[in-house]
């Protein structure tokens, strides 16, 4: 006989199922037990092991509300045909070799339903009947739990981040700026004020870019088809340049958060001439088109670059070149290139640096939108 054990985990109820002895009143126990197993608003389903696979006898209303599936679609079919995705089959097999062996399972597990893929705490409790082994197997869904503690895990690291960029790099020109301040009792004190106004446009333009850093790393909710010529144009109009050239070579709409995708290029612009000797000559367009392009919906998947003809990013470098802090320039925070990765992944993008065709730095979007 088995009966049912409620239990707190945090807010959220979650059951135990657990043999017991034999009670002379059997019926009236089924009765009991069944109308429980009913009520449980977790996903239980009670199932046969016939050469090692879990064949359905009965689901709860709870299995039919997570996964779809109505009792009489899938009574008497293997379990695993149903609810287990390709690549957890061997997980399955190993969980139900151990129901089997009559082992209780207790795991946390991805598993389809009506609404894709979602994370369960998984409780499998094996009993024998008749000379047949059985199992109930409860399915709690952690999904919503696992997200929040991802996101969580997420903005902790973004204070981590915000704290080490604050106190490293504001405490040098803070020091600078009370360092001259001491001299302005001096006679010729004006170069002192002018180098307290640079550290204090330093400072600024650290907290600026920090704050951008956390900011755009919440992914994007709303988008739109955006001319690349408009957007290139526009990051261009920002950037002081001399001499230096913006070209785009192909004309294509990219479906963005056009603000975001405006810091994106002006940072890569930025990036561009601050780092190599002018004029530079810096390239915007579609990257493989023919051969990275599939059909989604009517638009299609590519890749764009934006790439310069300056002294290029060394190989053993370019791994490292997204990393907070990492800067070759004495006037830089080291944060452009880092807010360009995390508006990227904003977007469902990935990005990488590779030589562009003059020997100059390039960098490819990929899996992006492109009209």
Wanted: proline share 4%.
């Amino acid at each position: 006989m088995l009966r049912i054990l409620q239990s707190n985990h945090g807010q959220r109820p979650y059951y135990t199922l657990m043999s017991t002895p034999k009670f002379t009143d059997e019926p009236r126990q089924e009765s009991r037990f069944r109308h429980l197993f009913n009520s449980i608003q977790d996903a239980v389903v009670e199932l046969e092991i016939i050469d090692g696979e879990p064949i359905v006898r009965s689901v709860n209303p709870g299995f039919e509300d997570v996964f779809g599936y109505a009792p009489a679609d899938i009574r008497g079919e293997s379990l695993n045909d149903f609810i287990v995705p390709d690549e957890y089959e061997d997980e399955a097999a190993d969980l139900d070799s151990r129901t089997s062996d009559g082992k209780y399972n207790d795991a946390v597990l991805t598993r389809a339903t009506a609404d894709g893929e979602r994370e369960f705490l998984y409780r499998g409790v094996p009993y024998e009947q008749g000379g047949s082994r059985y199992a109930f197997a409860v399915y709690s869904d952690i999904t919503d739990q696992k997200q929040r503690e991802a996101e969580l895990e997420r903005k902790n690291q973004q204070l981590d981040e915000f704290a080490s960029i604050l106190t490293h790099d504001l405490r040098n020109p803070i020091n600078i700026a009370e360092g001259y301040l001491d001299q302005l009792d001096e006679p010729d004190n004006q170069e002192c004020i002018e180098l307290i106004e640079q550290a204090h446009d330093r400072m600024k333009e650290i907290i600026d870019d920090t704050l951008t850093l956390t900011k755009e790393a919440q992914a994007v909710e709303e988008v739109e088809a955006i001319s690349i010529t408009k957007l290139a144009q526009s990051g261009w109009e920002l950037v002081e340049t001399t001499g230096s050239e913006l070209r785009v070579v192909d004309e294509f709409d990219l479906v963005c958060d056009s603000d975001r995708l405006s810091r994106l290029v002006e940072n890569l612009f930025r990036n561009a001439i601050d780092h190599n000797e002018e004029p530079v000559t810096v390239r915007v367009g579609t990257h493989d088109t023919m051969a990275t392009a599939t059909r989604t919906g009517g638009a299609e998947k590519t890749a764009f670059y934006i790439a310069d003809d300056g002294r290029g990013i060394p190989k053993s470098q370019r791994d490292q070149v997204f990393e907070l802090g990492e800067t070759s320039s004495r006037e830089g925070t080291g944060l452009g290139l880092p807010i360009v990765e995390r508006i990227a992944d904003a977007h469902g993008w990935d990005v990488q640096v590779a030589e562009s065709v003059s020997g100059g730095a390039k960098f490819i979007f990929t899996n992006v939108e492109i009209r």
